[in-house]
Antibody, heavy 117, light 110 residues
Framework: QVQLVQSGAEVKKPGASVKVSCKAS????????INWVRQATGQGLEWMGW????????GYAQKFQGRVSMTRDTSTSTAYMELSSLRSEDTAVYYC??????????WGPGTLVTVSS | QAGLTQPPSVSKGLRQTATLTCTGNGNNVGNEGAVWLQQHQGHPPKLLSY???NRPSGISERLSASRSGNTAALTISGLQPEDEGDYYCSAWDNSLRAWVFGGGTTLTVL
C-alpha cells in the first residue's frame, strides 16, 4: 500500500534551516510529483512548491523563492524539502503530497516544525 | 493569504444539502477547475474531488463538484455527522504558476 513517511518534529532557532524528509513506498517513486504544503496551527493550507522525482525538476511558490529547496534521492525513494532563514512565522506542519492534481493524490502525515528562540 | 475565496462557515441540518463555494478568477478556477479537500482536526487533508470534477474512488456519491465560470462548488447531500470538518478548495494558477488555496470553510452539521 502507498505510504509517505515523514521525518519527526523539529525545533529550530530563528535564522536556522530545516530539512524535512518524505520517504515513499508502495509505488514507483519516480512516477508522480511531490508537492509540499504547510499549515500553521489553526490556519489554512499554503502551497510551497513541487518536485518531480524522475527529472528533479522543481517549481516554487514566489513567497519561498530563494529560501526553499526541494530535492530527492531516488535510491531511497525519499523527497526532501529544506527551508532556510527560518522565522517564527514558519512554525507549521509541513506535508508532502503525491500527485497533487490527479487521482493518485496522497498526503503524508505531516511534520511539525517549530521556530523559537 | 488565500488566493481563492471561500465562506468561512456553513451550517446545515442533518440530512440536508450543503453547497460550498470557491471563487477565483480566469487564471485559476475559471481555467483549470478546482481540487476539493476535507480536513478533520489533527489529520492531513483528504482529496474529495480533483480536476474536471472527478471524484476519487472511495468518496461518497453524496458529494459532487461543479464549476460555473470562476466559481467552483462542492455539493454534499444527505448531510451526516461525519461530514463536519474544514473544506478547502485549491486551483492551479496559470499566471502565478502555483497552486492557490481558499481560506477554507468550516462545515457544521446541526
Amino acid at each position: 500500500q502507498v505510504q509517505l513517511v515523514q521525518s519527526g518534529a523539529e525545533v529550530k532557532k530563528p535564522g536556522a534551516s530545516v530539512k524535512v524528509s518524505c520517504k515513499a513506498s508502495g509505488y514507483t517513486f519516480t512516477s508522480f510529483d511531490i508537492n509540499w504544503v504547510r499549515q500553521a496551527t489553526g490556519q489554512g493550507l499554503e502551497w510551497m512548491g513541487w518536485m518531480h522525482p524522475n527529472s528533479g525538476s522543481t517549481g516554487y511558490a514566489q513567497k519561498f523563492q530563494g529560501r526553499v529547496s526541494m530535492t530527492r534521492d531516488t535510491s531511497t525513494s525519499t523527497a526532501y524539502m529544506e527551508l532556510s532563514s527560518l522565522r517564527s512565522e514558519d512554525t507549521a506542519v509541513y506535508y508532502c503530497v503525491r500527485d497533487y492534481s490527479g487521482n493518485s493524490h496522497y498526503w503524508g502525515p505531516g511534520t511539525l516544525v517549530t521556530v523559537s528562540s | 493569504q488565500a488566493g481563492l475565496t471561500q465562506p468561512p462557515s456553513v451550517s446545515k441540518g442533518l440530512r440536508q444539502t450543503a453547497t460550498l463555494t470557491c471563487t477565483g478568477n480566469g487564471n485559476n478556477v475559471g481555467n483549470e477547475g478546482a481540487v476539493w479537500l476535507q480536513q478533520h482536526q489533527g489529520h492531513p487533508p483528504k482529496l474529495l474531488s480533483y480536476r474536471n470534477n472527478n471524484r476519487p474512488s472511495g468518496i461518497s456519491e453524496r458529494l459532487s463538484a461543479s464549476r460555473s465560470g470562476n466559481t467552483a462548488a462542492l455539493t454534499i447531500s444527505g448531510l451526516q455527522p461525519e461530514d463536519e470538518g474544514d473544506y478547502y478548495c485549491s486551483a492551479w494558477d496559470n499566471s502565478l504558476r502555483a497552486w492557490v488555496f481558499g481560506g477554507g470553510t468550516t462545515l457544521t452539521v446541526l
